[in-house]
């Protein structure tokens, strides 16, 4: 049973800007810190952005000041908002609780080009 589906992502110019959706089931978002992650080719899954149930984001340091996270918890969804994108934020983006806790969805995919 698909619980998260990641959507927004594309190939986009440096500089350019995407928003990410994340939609999953109220029994995921209701109690839960949800976050953002990001995985490029041959490298780990890493923690992009949190949001806290009262809205309090936090950023990896390579996004900090570019992207913004955000959720809607009557419509159990967060987004990421990314500007200013460069070719390193090229990767499958995935959403997940902050602790790893629930079925991974299948990602979308950003690309930068150059």
């Known amino acids: 049973q698909v619980q998260l589906v990641e959507s927004g992502g594309g190939l986009v110019q440096t500089g350019g800007s995407l928003r990410l959706s994340c939609a999953g089931s109220?029994?995921?978002?209701?109690?839960?810190?949800m976050a953002w992650y990001r995985q490029a080719p041959g490298k780990q899954r890493d923690l992009v952005a949190s949001?806290?149930?009262?809205?309090?984001?936090k950023y990896a340091d390579s996004v900090k000041d570019r992207f913004i996270i955000s959720r809607d918890s009557f419509k159990n969804m967060i987004f990421l908002q990314m500007n200013n994108l460069k070719p390193e934020d090229t990767a499958v983006y995935y959403c997940?609780?902050?602790?790893?806790?629930?079925?991974w969805g299948q990602g979308t995919q950003v690309t930068v080009s150059s």
């Open positions: 109220e029994s995921i978002f209701r109690s839960n810190t």
């Open positions: 997940n609780t902050v602790r790893k806790d629930q079925i």
């Open positions: 949001v806290t149930l009262h809205n309090i984001p």
